[in-house]
């Protein structure tokens, strides 16, 4: 088993940044991917981005890399999610999840953090 912990949420201005994070522990060895989703009020799920701890190459959802930047710390056990001038539709709960490739699905999820942009 996996365990996720994401942190940073909360309540913002619009134009504010945002830092997230999420901790891993429990069986992590073997899931390279670590990944951020959000899902907005009445929407679907929307992957943001993930990092591949293996060789470093990160990847990010449509629209999602010129606002929001994935990083991971030097341990590999805990992802970070910059988020620059937050607007209203960034409002959604921000879940992390891990899988240990890029075939896989995803398998483990976090309970996520909830981002509330006010205008």
């Known amino acids: 088993q996996v365990q996720l912990v994401e942190s940073g949420g909360g309540l913002v201005q619009a134009g504010d940044a945002l830092r997230l994070s999420c901790a891993a522990s429990g069986r992590t060895s073997g899931q390279w991917f670590m990944g951020w989703f959000r899902r907005a009020p009445g929407k679907e799920r929307e992957f943001i981005a993930s990092l591949n701890w293996m060789t470093g190459n990160t990847a990010y959802g449509r629209f999602m890399k010129n606002r929001f930047t994935i990083t991971g710390d030097d341990a590999r056990n805990t992802i970070h999610l910059q988020i620059h001038n937050l607007k209203p539709e960034d409002t959604a709960i921000y879940y992390c999840?891990?899988?240990?490739?890029?075939?896989?699905?995803?398998?483990?999820w976090g309970q996520g953090t909830q981002v509330t942009v006010s205008s």
């Open positions: 999840a891990v899988r240990p490739d890029s075939s896989s699905s995803y398998d483990y």
